[in-house]
């Protein structure tokens, strides 16, 4: 089991920044991949941004040029950092890596876009 502890949600005004967290305890050379899945109430859960091994990157039309993912293999670690955030980033924000053939994933932080 892969476990995956998430930081740094909150309370942001729009145009805002917030900058999302998540470790795991598995080692990196396991980890395909890591990423940020965002979930809001009646909607399924929807990807925003994903890492890859070799340093690729994706991201949502919807947050793209306004997120940045980051990976740090050394500590097994993602990172989100959000700019000019908006009202519709309000979300539950999952971290997951996946490894072997499924995805990991960690309770979700909240982020509120509010004024």
């Known amino acids: 089991q892969v476990q995956l502890a998430e930081s740094g949600g909150g309370l942001v005004q729009p145009g805002g920044s917030l900058r999302l967290s998540c470790t795991a305890s598995?080692?990196?050379?396991?980890?395909?991949?890591m990423g940020w899945y965002r979930q809001t109430p009646g909607k399924p859960r929807e990807l925003v941004a994903a890492a890859g091994t070799s340093g690729s990157t994706n991201y949502a039309d919807s947050v793209r040029g306004r997120f940045t993912i980051s990976r740090d293999n050394g500590k097994n670690a993602v990172y989100l950092e959000m700019n000019e955030l908006k009202l519709q980033d309000t979300a539950v924000y999952y971290c997951?890596?996946?490894?072997?053939?499924?995805?990991?994933w960690g309770r979700g932080t909240q982020v509120t876009v509010s004024s």
């Open positions: 997951y890596a996946f490894v072997g053939h499924r995805n990991f």
């Open positions: 598995e080692s990196h050379f396991s980890i395909v991949a």
